[in-house]
């Protein structure tokens, strides 16, 4: 018998590799050949004004969308807020996106966690919640950045090293073939739901 295919893929890449992009395809595919899926979640996605990029955005997968991080904010309350480059992070925002979207609910067939990166990681709720996910018996896709410089973030040392999760590193020679696998591998999961 063939062995169980892995419950947990993590897609890997440098900066602007195509990650959202498979992840968005996917999702769209599986939509298409799996209607009657729950699929939860979200991804980022850049905000850009007059083609200059302004900052990020989370959009969950039913459709609502608000800031995650803002090079043109100065609010008050955001002069506490942590900052990433010229980017302040709204972690209340991205709390009240992300969060619902990671509760283990057992009518989810496949978590969608567009990333796990440095801004996400700024709420202290969010690694937890993304465990919980690794750690159900829900599919997860979810999306990491490269170590830099050599070295990983530690949360995301840690979704790396989990047992029983694969590691699909993208680069533009084979993100297309790379998406291939990773929908045989959740098609040959969502049978199973
Ligand atoms: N398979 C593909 N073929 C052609 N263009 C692509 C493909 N995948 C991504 N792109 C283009 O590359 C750019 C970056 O893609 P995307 O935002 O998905 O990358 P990313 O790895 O998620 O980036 P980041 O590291 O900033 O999160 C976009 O303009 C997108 O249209």
Redesign the pocket.
């Known amino acids: 018998m063939a062995a169980a295919p892995s419950r947990c893929l993590l897609v890997t890449?440098?900066?602007?590799?195509?990650?959202?992009?498979?992840v968005m395809r996917l999702v769209e595919t599986l939509r298409a050949s799996h209607p009657h899926l729950n699929i939860r979640g979200f991804y980022?996605?850049?905000v850009r004004e007059n083609g200059e990029r302004v900052g990020f955005e989370v959009v969950t997968l039913d459709g609502r969308n608000g800031r995650l991080a803002s090079s043109k904010i100065s609010s008050p309350e955001s002069g506490r807020w942590p900052t990433v480059g010229k980017y302040k992070v709204d972690v209340a925002s991205l709390e009240l996106l992300a969060l619902p979207e990671l509760q283990v609910k057992q009518d989810t067939d496949l978590f969608i966690i567009?990333?796990v990166g440095k801004m996400e990681l700024f709420s202290p709720a969010f690694f937890p919640a993304v465990m919980r996910v690794m750690e159900s018996n829900i599919p997860v896709l979810a999306?990491i950045?490269m170590p830099r410089y050599g070295r990983d973030i530690p949360g995301v040392a840690r979704l790396r090293n989990h047992p029983g999760a694969d590691v699909f590193t993208?680069n533009t020679g084979n993100?297309?073939t790379m998406?291939e696998g990773i929908y045989n591998q959740l098609s040959r999961l969502m049978q199973k739901t």
Request: net charge neutral; no cysteine.
């Open positions: 890449g440098p900066p602007g590799v195509g990650k959202t992009t498979l980022t996605r850049e567009d990333e999306t950045p993208l993100r297309d998406r």
